[in-house]
C-alpha cells in the first residue's frame, strides 16, 4: 500500500531556531502534498497545499514566511519552521495524494515542542 | 465555503454494542467525497471508511458502515460490535473532489469498555 514517511515523529528544540520537518511518499510519486496542524484535543487544520515543482498555496492566515514548504520533488515535501517560538508547538502531520481517484494517504506527523 | 459538523464531543460504548457517530456537512457541490478516519492515541490518521456522493449505495468496511443521507447531507458512521481497539477520536471530512485539501469536523472522541 501506499506509504507516507514523516521524519522526525518528535522534535523539541529553543525558541528561536528553525525547524525542518520531512514528508516522504515511500513507494509513489504524490503530486500535491498537504500540511495540516493539530492542537491538542483538537481538530487537523489545513496549513498549505504544496505542488511539485511550485510554490505552495497557504492558507489565510498561516504565516508563509514562518512555514517554508519546499516540494522539489514528487517524493518530498518539507515545513521549515522558521525563529520558532512557544506557540508553535502542535501536531504537525502531512498528507500525498497518489492522484486520480485515490484518498489521501497521512504520514505519522511530527510533534514540536518549543522551549 | 464547505463546512463539517460533529455534534458529539465524546461518545462511550460497550464491547459488542453498536454505536453510531454523526456527521453533517454544508456544501454547494454535486459530487465530493467524504471519508471517516480514525485517531488512535498514537495519532496516526487511519482511513476508515470512504463515500463518493455519486455512488448511492452506503459503504461498509468489515465492521464499519455509514449511512450516507445526500439530500440531508448527513453522514454517519456505524460501529458494529465494537472493540477495545476501536477507542479512538474519529473525524468526519470532505474533500470537493479527488486530492483536494480535507475538511474536518471537530472530531468525536470514542472509548470503548469492557
Known amino acids: 500500500g501506499a506509504v507516507v514517511s514523516q521524519h522526525p515523529s518528535w522534535v523539541i528544540c529553543k525558541s528561536g531556531t528553525s525547524v525542518k520537518i520531512e514528508c516522504r511518499s515511500l513507494?509513489?510519486?504524490?503530486?500535491?502534498m498537504f500540511w495540516y496542524r493539530q492542537f491538542p484535543k483538537q481538530s487537523l487544520m489545513l496549513m498549505a497545499t504544496?505542488?511539485?515543482?511550485?510554490?505552495?498555496?497557504?492558507e489565510q492566515g498561516v504565516e508563509k514566511d514562518k512555514f517554508l514548504i519546499n516540494h522539489a520533488s514528487l517524493t518530498l515535501s518539507t515545513l521549515t519552521v522558521t525563529s520558532a517560538h512557544p506557540e508553535d508547538s502542535s501536531f504537525y502531520i502531512c498528507s500525498a495524494w497518489t492522484g486520480e481517484n485515490q484518498p489521501q494517504h497521512f504520514g505519522d506527523g511530527t510533534r514540536l515542542s518549543i522551549l | 465555503a464547505q463546512t463539517v459538523t460533529q455534534s458529539q464531543p465524546e461518545m462511550s460504548v460497550q464491547e459488542a454494542e453498536t454505536v453510531t457517530l454523526s456527521c453533517t456537512y454544508d456544501t454547494s457541490e454535486n459530487n465530493y467525497y467524504l471519508f471517516w478516519y480514525k485517531q488512535p492515541p498514537s495519532r496516526q490518521m487511519i482511513l476508515v471508511i470512504r463515500?463518493?456522493?455519486?455512488?448511492?449505495q452506503n459503504a461498509t468496511e468489515n465492521r464499519f458502515s455509514v449511512n450516507f443521507q445526500k439530500a440531508a447531507k448527513s453522514f454517519s458512521l456505524k460501529i458494529s460490535d465494537s472493540q477495545l481497539g476501536d477507542t479512538a477520536m474519529y473525524f468526519c471530512a470532505f474533500a470537493n473532489q479527488a486530492g483536494t485539501a480535507l475538511i474536518f469536523g471537530k472530531g468525536t472522541t470514542l472509548s470503548v469498555s469492557s
Open positions: 463515500q463518493e456522493a455519486y455512488k448511492q
Open positions: 513507494d509513489f510519486q504524490a503530486t500535491t
Open positions: 504544496s505542488n511539485e515543482g511550485s510554490k505552495a498555496t497557504y
